[in-house]
Nanobody, 118 residues
Framework: QVQLVESGGGLVLPGGSLRLSCAASGSISRINAMGWYRQAPGKQRELVARISSVGTTVYADSVKGRFTISRDNAKNTMSLQMNSLKPEDTAVYYC????????????WGQGTQVTVSS
């Protein structure tokens, strides 16, 4: 089994910054893609950013230029630096990992709340 632990959510003023982190542990020896998704109340879960095992990144148009995703393959960790936050960034953010030991599967974190409000 694979466990994902997220941290770094909270309340921030518009224009502020937050850094989310995700650590993968358990029965995992290989990680392919990692990413962050978010879900706002009444909306579907959407991709925020993804990063491949070799560092190729994909961002949602709404966060390009403001968010930066990174990963540390040696530590099985991932971060999302969020700058210039807007009220519309308010959502529960979920860590995503595709990986495993013998069989690769999708895993999700429990979610961390990000609220951007004055």
């Amino acid at each position: 089994q694979v466990q994902l632990v997220e941290s770094g959510g909270g309340l921030v003023l518009p224009g502020g910054s937050l850094r989310l982190s995700c650590a993968a542990s358990g029965s995992i020896s290989r990680i392919n893609a990692m990413g962050w998704y978010r879900q706002a109340p009444g909306k579907q879960r959407e991709l925020v950013a993804r990063i491949s095992s070799v560092g190729t990144t994909v961002y949602a148009d709404s966060v390009k230029g403001r968010f930066t995703i990174s990963r540390d393959n040696a530590k099985n960790t991932m971060s999302l630096q969020m700058n210039s936050l807007k009220p519309e960034d308010t959502a529960v953010y979920y860590c995503y990992v595709n990986g495993g030991r013998f069989v690769l599967a999708d895993y999700w974190g429990q979610g961390t709340q990000v609220t951007v409000s004055s």
